[in-house]
């Protein structure tokens, strides 16, 4: 069956999807079935009468999904490997065909992404009255003042980056109806710290699976797929392409029908 031919139909039975929110399990079962997502990435087909995994290497372990790298940041916690990966086998027991996606973030891109919002901060910086400057964190300050050695052609050159970033993100999109990543490497950094490490020269490594989502203008939601060993909740990232809003969201609402069970809220 022609790709596009495939994504069409889908689109297709999505939209019809929105009359059944109150499915019961079969209708459930089906409206998985029609849906698709990547798992840095898993698709489900038109076709996909019978769970398949497309194009990943597989091997004998508890997380056999690989592939689950940007390209970029913090390396993934084996927690957040293994709740993307169990998120992962759920819609591919629904019918999915797992696919990954090739990274396309480099340390380029993410170099081009820092100094950007450097200088941007900085010039917003500047324009505070000194006794504002003195109540904005040291480690703002620390980084932002970094973009004080940066030149015009520096500063063309990052957002040019960043216009490359959102091509890429759409790109990677592209072939697929949603894609499903982390929403981050990592869970709960300490609270007295600004970004895990408190590095004022590496402030975004823990952002590398959602900034180019954020840069290319994309639908996405995080959606609890688990906890690490103290309790902390692992985000799974839904992401739809421009204006699929609602698939988005169906999306989230098809994967909380098939999460783990959840824990309480705490309270106090």
Known sequence: MPSEHRFRQTRHTIALMEKTDQCCCADRR???????????????TENAGKARIKGVE???SANPVRG???GAGLALAPAVRAAVTAAAKAFERAGAAVEPVEPFLNAEIAAGLDGFFQARLLAEFQL???ERQEKVLPFIVAWCRR?????AVDAARNLGLIMLMREK????TEPYDFLIAPTSPITAYAAEEATPGNDPAHPFEHISFTAPFNMSEQPAASICAGYDADGMPIGLQIVGH???????????RAYEMMRPAQRAWPEG
């Open 242 to 252: 421009r204006f699929d809003d609602a698939g988005v969201l169906r999306m989230a």
């Open 68 to 70: 689950l790298d940007i």
């Open 169 to 172: 993100a759409v790109a990677a």
């Open 147 to 151: 973009a004080e050695t940066l030149s």
């Open 128 to 130: 505070l009255l000194p």
């Open 30 to 44: 089906s409206f998985l079935k029609k849906l698709a997502a990547n798992v840095l990435g898993a698709v489900i």
């Open 58 to 60: 597989v091997e004998a």
